[in-house]
């Protein structure tokens, strides 16, 4: 009976173990499947990346022009009259504003009166010194013939070396009212204020009424054209942009207008603090719309 329950105890372990090993080759079976090779062969090149790169380098700089300059007062004064204000063209020599020169057309007036004065003096005495020269003349002749004395010659003569020295001493004196006369003219165009060349006025600093001192500032006067763009680049460009390069301008304000711009001039130096090199170019053609003082982009070849 004890033998009997042995055998009974030691069935139940036998099951277990032949369940075990069927669920292990069960799992052995299904491992056994070879797994999805892995494709490690190079992904196809993009677009981008096969695109060629670019070959234009962007730069920026300002519209600039060669003429701008303040017009400052070159004496001082109360401004009498303004004929330009701001946006008003102007031509070289025309007329911005004068200061009050009443003072200086007066002086002017009486200086030309002296001069005239002093000129007509200079032509009588011109002719009395004519007059005495043939009485010189005369009087020798007549001492040749002995018709009068030596001392009638020497009057004759002494007198016209007389009137001689007064004709050099009107002469001197027109001269120096001649100069006086210049030197208010002069101070009268100080008054004046001019423009200096073609542009337009792009800012007025005075007023009617205003008293200036010597140096203030009483316009900007500009050009228009031609319009100049100065612009840095890096100085691996030194030897391939020269004068003449021709480079593409594009305003900021509008990317898809395109103009050309001839190279005038390319710094012989390197800015040592930026690696950089100055370019002032020069644009060609049509440029309506743009106005000195704007910032464009400029593109450059920069080669293969």
């Given at each position: 009976?004890h033998?009997n329950?042995?055998r009974l105890?030691f069935f139940?372990w036998?099951?277990?173990?032949f369940?075990g090993g069927?669920?292990?080759s069960?799992c052995s ?7 999805p ?8 090149a993009?677009?981008a990346?096969?695109a ?5 380098f ?7 022009v060669e ?19 701001v946006?008003?063209?102007?031509r ?12 200086f057309?007066a002086d002017?007036d ?6 005239a004065?002093i000129?007509?003096n200079v032509?009588n005495?011109e002719?009395e010194?004519?007059v005495?020269e ?5 009087a ?5 013939a002995?018709?009068?004395t030596?001392?009638d010659?020497d009057h ?6 007389a009137?001689q020295?007064e004709?050099?001493?009107e002469?001197?004196?027109l001269k120096?009212v001649t100069a ?5 003219e ?8 001019v423009?200096p060349?073609?542009?337009i006025?792009a800012?007025r ?13 009483l ?6 054209a031609?319009?100049q763009?100065?612009?840095?680049l890096p100085?691996?460009?030194l030897g391939s942009v ?8 594009t305003?900021?304000?509008?990317p898809e207008?395109?103009y ?9 130096v390197v800015?040592p603090s930026s690696?950089?090199?100055e370019?002032?170019a020069?644009l060609?053609g049509?440029?309506?719309g743009l ?9 450059v070849?920069?080669?293969?």
């Open positions: 009976m033998e329950k042995s105890g139940p036998i099951v277990t173990v369940l069927l669920a292990l069960a079976g299904g491992g056994s499947k070879p797994a090779a892995t494709d490690h062969s190079p992904a196809p993009t677009s990346a096969t060629p790169a670019s070959k234009t962007l730069a920026s700089g300002p519209l600039v003429n701008q300059v303040d017009v400052a007062a070159r004496r001082e004064g109360v401004v009498a009259e303004i004929l330009a204000d946006g008003t063209p102007v070289t020599g025309q007329l911005l504003g004068r200061l009050d020169d009443r003072q057309l002017m009486m200086a030309r009166a002296r001069v004065q000129q007509a032509e005495w002719a010194v004519k005495l043939a009485d010189r003349d005369r020798e002749q007549m001492w040749e002995q018709l009068i030596k001392q010659l004759a003569r002494f007198k016209l070396v009137n020295f004709l050099l001493r002469r001197e004196a120096s006086q006369a210049r030197s208010i002069l101070e009268l165009e100080k008054t004046r204020a423009a060349f073609n542009g006025v800012r600093y005075v007023r009617a009424g205003q008293k200036v001192a010597l140096g203030d500032r316009f900007w006067v500009t050009a228009v031609p319009l763009v100065k612009f840095a100085e691996k460009f020269q004068r003449d390069t021709e480079v593409a301008v305003p900021a304000f509008s207008s395109r050309t711009a001839r190279v005038l001039r390319v710094s012989p800015d690696g950089t090199i370019v002032l020069e060609k049509a440029v309506e106005k000195p003082g704007m910032t464009v982009n400029v593109l070849d920069a080669g293969p």
